[in-house]
Each structure stands twice: as structure tokens, then as C-alpha cells.
């Protein structure tokens, strides 16, 4: 089975720890990150931690770049390891993404629904979404609630369908580079064409927040990840490496002189550590150390760590706000009990809803894909 990027974990004898390592991280900041933008918690402890609660607020959102490059990484991993154009079924691939993503998701939209009826039996205020229509819901469901204007019911709903997006977008490109290719033009045409839309994303596209409902907004950090995966090749000499990965930094490096986005930034760092780590004696030790299988573990929960933590949250935030004094004190203990809460309801997700319905994603065989790369 082809892996699913960004939270699924690499379906492989050969783990990428380096990626595990980075999506980890990258949860726990965005649960971290909602624990305080949406309060009222947060509210509290901002009066004795103002500047830890900033940063969580302002910056700790970043950690979504780290999805955007492992997703691009794992993506071409998945799809064509070794960069090679073509692809022999690229709408029964989509369709297993789809079915990859969408049962857990919708177990989780209406777990939040089920939250938020109840938090509000405790509590008033904005982070309890209002009782959805059958149209929103469906919305939800075809993961086209950003780009039909329906509020999502929980926070990242809009990612899962940008995660889509993005997986559709490079498996079509993959199609269309299979269809342009020539014999001369076969190791190249892919990574042309993902540079090439890159390009566009970071000089022009990722500078107008109205197409931030839709893929090519994001595939500039995207395309790094892809880039950053072709570039790892050990089979490769290190000038073509360096090549293939100057060939995604030129113009994202044009991009920051132009319009400086911190966001774009981190996805460049992330995507040159991502060579550099996995190209080295380092990175192949990390992924062969067995004392380190519990980061393959953690890894593994992430999606249902991301899926889950909101309605968890709100539940939380909204038991302490009535329950509890409302001093710092009491609500910083509420904010780790929230944030602890969501790892463990992670992991009960993962293996209760999650294991069980990435069955569906099977049906149809296993897809055609191109020789592994090493």
C-alpha cells in the first residue's frame, strides 16, 4: 500500500526517524498552539505567562510548514521514489487517499460536534462552533468546506482538506509528466514540472491569502518536501543532489528577498535538514537504532493526536472554566491536563477508529508505483 503523507507513518522496513521526529514536534505545538489562541484557559495564565502565550499563539502555528514538507517528502516517496514520471492509475490512487483521510476525519467532526453541544452546557464562548447544517456536514464530508465557505466545526479541519489537495495536485502532476515525457526528458520531467508550480506558489500565489482555501497556495513548501525527498537519494551523486535541491531553493530564496514569510523560511530550513540528515551516517543510524522504535510509535499517532485533540480540548476548557477557579494557576493545570488528555485520546483514536477504518483505503488492490528508491 502506498503511504499517505504528512501523519501516516512510512510504510517500510526503512523508517525516516528524522520525519517521525519533525511531525511529533509539529503536533504537539499545534495542540499547543490551539490550547492558546482559543482559551479561555489561556486567558488565565497569559496574566503570569504573557510571552510563553504569545509565542504559542503568534508562532507555534509555524509547525503546520513541518507538515506541508514531510507531507511533500512522503508524497514522492510514495508516489514516485526515484522522480520518475507516470503514473497507471492516478484516480484509484486519489480515491485511496481519499479513504486514507476521511472515515477518521468524520468520526472526529462529529466528536467535536457531540463537544461542543456539551461544552456549551458549561460555558460561553467563540471556540464552541454553533450545531451544524446537513450542507456543512457534507461539506465536511467531500472536504470542501473551505473552499464552499462553510465554517469547519473543528480547528484543522481545513488542513486534512488541503492535505488532500496536495496529494491530488502532485498525483495529477505525476500523470501529466508521464504524458510530456520523452526519453530524453525522463529523469527530469517531474521534478521540472513540481519546481516549476513550486515557483509560482512562493513568487505569486502563497502572497494572496484568498487562494488560501486551495493547494497551490501551499505547494511551494510542498514542492521543498518533494524536492528534499529526490535529493536524499543515496544512489545519487552529491552534485546531482545539490542540483536538485538548488533547482526548489533558487526560487524560494527569490521569494524571501521579495516578500520575506517567516512560514516559507522554516520550510526551507526544514527541507535542506531533511537531506542533509537523511544523506548522512547520522540519519541512517537514527533509522536503523532500534532503541529508538518509540518514536515510530508516537509517530504513528499523530494524525489521530491531530484529529482528536480539539474536541478534547474544548471538553476540558470548558470543564475547568465552570468547575475550577479561574486563577493562573488552576487553569495552567487545565491546559496540561488538556494537552496530556489529547495524547491519550490519541492514541485510544489511533487504535480504535483509526487501524480499523484505513481498511477501506485497501479496497482496489495495491496500486501500481515505481521502484523503490534507497
Not at 456536514?137 to 465554517?151: K, M, Q, S
Not at 497556495?217 to 544512489?235: I, Q, T
Amino acid at each position: 500500500m502506498g503511504t499517505s503523507p504528512i501523519f501516516d507513518n512510512v510504510m517500510s522496513t526503512r523508517q525516516f526517524r528524522s520525519v517521525d521526529l519533525f511531525k511529533i514536534v509539529a503536533v504537539q505545538l499545534i495542540v499547543l498552539h490551539h490550547l492558546a489562541f482559543y482559551g479561555p484557559m489561556s486567558d488565565q495564565v497569559e496574566l503570569v505567562a504573557p510571552a510563553l502565550i504569545a509565542w504559542l499563539d503568534d508562532y507555534a502555528r509555524i509547525a503546520v510548514q513541518v507538515f506541508l514538507v514531510t507531507g511533500g517528502f512522503l508524497a514522492a516517496r510514495s508516489l514516485s521514489p526515484s522522480g520518475t514520471p507516470g503514473i497507471a492509475s492516478p484516480w484509484r490512487t486519489i480515491g485511496r487517499r481519499y479513504l486514507k483521510l476521511v472515515p477518521p476525519f468524520l468520526v472526529a467532526t462529529l466528536l467535536a460536534v457531540a463537544a461542543s453541544a456539551l461544552a456549551s452546557l458549561w460555558m460561553t464562548h467563540a471556540s464552541i462552533s454553533a450545531p451544524p447544517t446537513m450542507s456543512q456536514l457534507a461539506a465536511h464530508a467531500l472536504l470542501l468546506h473551505g473552499v464552499l465557505g462553510y465554517a469547519s466545526v473543528s480547528a484543522g479541519a481545513w488542513y486534512v482538506a488541503i492535505d488532500f489537495q496536495l496529494y491530488a495536485l502532485m498525483t495529477l502532476l505525476l500523470w501529466v509528466s508521464g504524458a510530456l515525457a520523452t526519453r530524453r526528458s525522463t529523469a527530469w520531467m517531474l521534478p521540472a514540472l513540481v519546481v516549476l508550480l513550486s515557483a509560482l506558489s512562493l513568487l505569486v500565489i502563497n502572497r494572496d491569502a484568498a487562494w488560501d482555501d486551495w493547494a497551490p497556495y501551499f505547494f511551494g513548501s510542498y514542492g521543498l518536501g518533494a524536492m528534499a525527498w529526490w535529493a536524499r537519494d543515496l544512489r545519487r551523486s552529491p552534485a546531482a543532489a545539490k542540483l536538485l535541491l538548488g533547482a526548489i531553493l533558487l526560487p524560494a530564496v527569490i521569494a524571501l528577498a521579495i516578500d520575506f514569510r517567516s512560514r516559507i523560511a522554516v520550510a526551507v530550513v526544514l527541507a535542506c535538514a531533511l537531506v542533509i540528515i537523511n544523506r548522512s551516517s547520522t540519519g541512517d543510524a537514527w533509522n536503523h537504532d532500534r532503541r529508538l522504535g518509540w518514536i515510530d510509535q508516537l509517530a504513528k499517532r499523530s494524525y489521530a493526536v491531530f484529529l482528536i485533540h480539539f474536541p478534547v480540548c474544548l471538553l476540558v476548557n470548558a470543564w475547568f472554566s465552570h468547575f475550577v477557579p479561574a486563577t493562573p494557576l488552576w487553569q495552567g493545570l487545565g491546559m496540561l491536563t488538556a494537552w496530556i488528555s489529547s495524547l491519550l485520546a490519541g492514541a485510544m483514536f489511533h487504535q480504535w477508529i483509526e487501524l480499523p477504518l484505513s481498511q477501506l483505503s485497501r479496497i482496489g488492490g495495491r496500486p501500481a508505483r515505481a521502484a523503490p528508491a534507497t
